[in-house]
């Protein structure tokens, strides 16, 4: 994903020459380096200097550029925090806060850093819009669209490398502030964002094994999420089932149980989230996630 | 409007401002209480002197519009009251708007809020200034406008760690279109800058040991501010340390802590209106 980024960025930067890019003691790579190259003005790294990568991209923006703040996601908001709400949010600049390897993706790197809140961080500051795409491709409409919007910051949350694409046949197209249907059912709804996409789509299938009719659903757009979209969702299926690598604080589950009640909605509804804890052990991103209760039989074991 | 002044300084006339800008904050006192009294009159000189002598005009002669090219951006929010009437002296504020400060039907506040006329971005937490003066001075660079960021921080203010990493920033950028004061009145809250960090001095070596030119002057003579600002050689950020007395001005507000956030009683009001008005 993060070369998909780079890549879109380098593109859209070479049509919008506000465009700048400053990142946290990122080692450009790729189509990074190709960034940095063409444009060398508009690619600064700032070292190991989160408030200053930020509090840039805000004086960018309040002279007219289009910034994107990128480094590892638990650095673009923890350490930052307050220049984030005061100098994106309260100043409502057109800012993008790009999040990479958000989750548990950096799994044996230790609880610093994984990013388990950031959707609950981002989303509590007025302002801040909540972008996680669940692939390379849908990574791409993300992207040109942060590239070009004036209306305020916005986090994308983003993975790493290697991730699979699940919507170059989805139902809907990407639209930001609507969920995307990638595969529509009558039975089962399966609401997802970001990265654990792949897991949402492996428990399709076996369900679809089983004989049920499943819809798969990127729910990209966190904040502002799609109200109406997660209604229909609920009141269309059975079963609905969110999956999100996410403290459950805060992140999409909490706000469809919320959406749930008020619309007194009739179908069984199961969350998989992070749990309320550090993650104190190492493996793969899957083993962290198993660890959570996030894994295929995990889930299956509690939906089937 | 006054006209602004380039080049040639008058300082009569720089001493004539600032005594206005010095009673028509003493007046607001005596209909609001929140208003932080002591950290404007320390600013007094310096944010005179950016407006009227050192900020170039747009094609209507005013410095604050939108073809103006230069930028001020108050990092020391709490300064905001003397950047209020410059505003005001510049036809960008009025008295309507004077008159609603801290109401709910008016739109100013006790710090900057960006989108409000002037007010290039919103500070009031400390430590931020630098940064997104930095990005501002940055963007001015790179895209050819050429604007230079004018900046005032307090002095408790560059405790910040986020200060050091833009001053630090700016410097490895070649930003030489950043001017940062430091309104240097030795006095954060309620304590001195002197006990709480012994070790912030020297501060014009720091900022050199930093990869900036840096410069001391009397922060409450306007000709000396400007002349260190015109003197610069111009390939570096400046950072001016301008020595400043809180409370400046007016004797018992001088250098007393209770007069960061308080307002005078009318006695007090006028004997400070007084002391102003016989000052040279």
Same mark, same amino acid.
């Given at each position: 994903?993060?070369? @998909?980024?780079?890549?879109?960025?380098?593109?859209?930067?070479?049509?919008?020459?506000?465009?700048?890019?400053?990142?946290?003691?990122?080692?450009?790579?790729?189509?990074?380096?190709?960034?940095?190259?063409?444009?060398?003005?508009?690619?600064?790294?700032?070292?190991?200097?989160?408030?200053? @990568?930020? =509090?840039?991209?805000?004086?960018?923006?309040?002279?007219?550029?289009?910034?994107?703040?990128?480094?590892?996601?638990?650095?673009?908001?923890?350490?930052?925090?307050?220049?984030?709400?005061?100098?994106? =949010?309260?100043?409502?600049?057109?800012?993008?806060?790009?999040?990479?390897?958000?989750?548990?993706?950096?799994?044996?790197? =230790?609880?610093?850093?994984?990013? @388990?809140?950031?959707?609950?961080?981002?989303? +509590?500051?007025?302002?801040?819009?909540?972008?996680?795409?669940?692939?390379?491709?849908?990574?791409?409409?993300?992207?040109?669209?942060?590239?070009?919007?004036?209306?305020?910051?916005?986090?994308?949350?983003?993975?790493? +490398?290697?991730?699979?694409?699940?919507?170059?046949? +989805?139902?809907?197209?990407?639209?930001?502030?609507?969920?995307?249907?990638?595969?529509?059912?009558?039975?089962?709804?399966?609401?997802?964002?970001?990265?654990? @996409?792949?897991?949402?789509?492996?428990?399709?299938?076996?369900?679809?094994?089983?004989?049920?009719?499943?819809?798969?659903?990127?729910?990209?757009?966190?904040?502002?999420?799609?109200?109406?979209?997660?209604?229909?969702?609920?009141?269309?299926?059975?079963?609905?089932?969110?999956?999100?690598?996410?403290?459950?604080? =805060?992140?999409?589950?909490?706000?469809?149980?919320?959406?749930?009640?008020?619309?007194?909605?009739?179908?069984?509804?199961?969350?998989?989230?992070?749990?309320?804890?550090?993650?104190?052990?190492?493996?793969?991103?899957?083993?962290?996630?198993?660890?959570?209760?996030?894994?295929?039989?995990?889930?299956?074991?509690?939906?089937? | 409007?006054?006209?602004?002044?380039?080049? %040639?300084?008058?300082?009569?006339?720089?001493?004539?401002?600032?005594?206005?800008?010095?009673?028509?904050?003493?007046?607001?006192?005596?209909?609001?209480?929140?208003?932080?009294?002591?950290?404007?009159?320390?600013?007094?000189?310096?944010?005179?002197?950016?407006?009227?002598?050192?900020?170039?005009?747009?094609?209507?002669?005013?410095?604050?519009?939108?073809?103006?090219?230069?930028?001020?951006?108050?990092?020391?929010?709490?300064?905001?009251?003397?950047?209020?009437?410059?505003?005001?002296?510049?036809?960008?504020?009025?008295?309507?708007?004077?008159?609603?400060?801290?109401?709910?039907?008016?739109?100013?506040?006790?710090?900057?809020?960006?989108?409000?006329?002037?007010?290039?971005?919103? *500070?009031?937490?400390?430590?931020?200034?630098?940064?997104?003066?930095?990005?501002? %001075?940055?963007?001015?660079?790179?895209?050819?406008?050429?604007?230079?960021?004018?900046?005032?921080?307090?002095?408790?203010?560059?405790?910040?760690?986020? *200060?050091?990493?833009?001053?630090?920033?700016?410097?490895?950028?070649?930003?030489?279109?950043?001017?940062?004061?430091?309104?240097?009145?030795?006095?954060?809250?309620?304590?001195?800058?002197?006990?709480?960090?012994?070790?912030?001095?020297?501060?014009?070596?720091?900022?050199?040991?930093?990869?900036?030119?840096?410069?001391?002057?009397?922060?409450?003579?306007?000709?000396?501010?400007?002349?260190?600002?015109?003197?610069?050689?111009?390939?570096?950020?400046?950072?001016?340390?301008?020595?400043?007395?809180?409370?400046?001005?007016?004797?018992?507000?001088?250098?007393?802590?209770?007069?960061?956030?308080?307002?005078?009683?009318?006695?007090?009001?006028?004997? %400070?209106?007084?002391?102003?008005?016989?000052?040279?």
């Amino acid at each position: 994903m993060r070369n @998909m980024f780079s890549q879109t960025l380098f593109e859209c930067a070479s049509e919008n020459p506000d465009i700048y890019i400053v990142v946290a003691d990122i080692s450009p790579a790729g189509p990074m380096m190709d960034f940095q190259t063409n444009h060398p003005d508009r690619f600064i790294n700032v070292g190991v200097a989160e408030q200053t @990568m930020i =509090g840039m991209c805000a004086g960018l923006a309040l002279k007219g550029c289009q910034p994107f703040a990128y480094t590892i996601a638990t650095f673009t908001l923890y350490r930052p925090f307050e220049m984030v709400r005061d100098d994106l =949010g309260y100043q409502n600049l057109p800012v993008t806060i790009v999040g990479m390897g958000a989750g548990v993706i950096y799994s044996t790197l =230790g609880g610093t850093h994984h990013t @388990m809140e950031d959707v609950a961080v981002a989303s +509590a500051i007025p302002n801040m819009r909540v972008l996680a795409p669940c692939d390379p491709a849908e990574l791409v409409e993300a992207t040109r669209y942060c590239a070009y919007q004036k209306e305020g910051p916005v986090y994308l949350r983003i993975g790493k +490398a290697g991730e699979p694409t699940f919507t170059d046949t +989805a139902v809907d197209k990407f639209e930001f502030g609507k969920i995307r249907y990638i595969q529509k059912g009558t039975d089962v709804c399966i609401l997802a964002y970001g990265t654990i @996409m792949a897991k949402a789509m492996e428990v399709a299938k076996e369900l679809e094994a089983k004989g049920k009719s499943v819809s798969v659903v990127s729910a990209h757009t966190i904040k502002p999420l799609d109200r109406p979209g997660i209604e229909a969702a609920l009141n269309g299926h059975d079963q609905v089932i969110v999956i999100e690598d996410h403290v459950p604080e =805060g992140g999409l589950s909490s706000r469809v149980k919320q959406i749930a009640w008020d619309v007194q909605a009739k179908c069984k509804l199961h969350t998989f989230t992070l749990k309320d804890e550090f993650i104190h052990n190492y493996g793969s991103q899957d083993d962290l996630l198993a660890a959570h209760g996030i894994s295929v039989p995990l889930i299956l074991e509690q939906v089937a | 409007m006054t006209a602004t002044e380039q080049n %040639a300084f008058d300082v009569a006339a720089a001493k004539d401002r600032c005594k206005r800008h010095r009673k028509r904050i003493l007046d607001m006192t005596q209909y609001v209480t929140a208003l932080h009294v002591g950290g404007a009159f320390s600013s007094t000189e310096i944010v005179d002197c950016i407006y009227y002598n050192l900020m170039r005009p747009g094609s209507n002669g005013n410095p604050v519009g939108d073809d103006a090219p230069d930028t001020f951006l108050m990092s020391k929010g709490h300064g905001y009251m003397i950047q209020v009437m410059l505003l005001v002296d510049l036809g960008i504020l009025t008295e309507e708007h004077l008159r609603g400060y801290c109401t709910p039907h008016g739109i100013l506040g006790v710090h900057p809020d960006y989108g409000n006329p002037g007010i290039e971005a919103s *500070t009031g937490s400390l430590g931020h200034g630098m940064g997104m003066a930095l990005g501002m %001075a940055y963007a001015e660079k790179t895209r050819g406008t050429n604007g230079t960021i004018y900046t005032v921080m307090s002095d408790g203010e560059v405790q910040e760690g986020s *200060t050091w990493e833009a001053t630090l920033m700016a410097s490895s950028l070649g930003v030489s279109n950043l001017v940062a004061f430091i309104d240097n009145n030795n006095m954060q809250s309620a304590t001195f800058t002197t006990d709480t960090h012994p070790s912030f001095y020297p501060v014009v070596e720091k900022y050199e040991a930093f990869g900036w030119e840096a410069v001391e002057v009397d922060g409450h003579d306007s000709e000396a501010i400007f002349n260190a600002v015109q003197s610069r050689s111009g390939d570096k950020p400046l950072l001016v340390n301008c020595k400043t007395t809180k409370g400046k001005g007016v004797s018992y507000m001088e250098s007393v802590p209770m007069w960061h956030y308080r307002s005078p009683d009318p006695e007090e009001y006028k004997q %400070a209106i007084r002391e102003i008005d016989e000052a040279n």
